[in-house]
């Protein structure tokens, strides 16, 4: 059998795992998780032209946040169509 190799990220997942990190939570709380991801995935492309000053700023905020600026649009977006 081969050994899976795992990422930096899933290795750190699996020690989480062993040392009982994780918490079970219950069939409502594991929906509404669900939930708020379908809410959350992309199916559409947009195309649109803005300021280059504007996005400058947009990429400096989503660099501090530690996220990629698209996804940072993204939220801000699915935030005001609520």
């Given at each position: 059998?081969?050994?899976?190799k ?45 300021n ?31």
């Amino acid at each position: 059998m081969r050994k899976i190799k795992l990422t930096k990220q899933e290795k750190t997942i699996e020690k989480a795992l062993l040392k009982g990190e994780y918490i079970d939570v219950t069939k409502d709380e594991f929906n509404a998780i669900a939930k708020a991801i379908a809410s959350r995935k992309k199916d559409a492309v947009l195309n649109l032209r803005i300021n280059s000053k504007d996005l400058a700023n947009i990429r400096k905020k989503a660099k501090k946040f530690g996220i990629k600026y698209q996804t940072f649009i993204a939220e801000i977006i699915h935030r005001a169509a609520l």
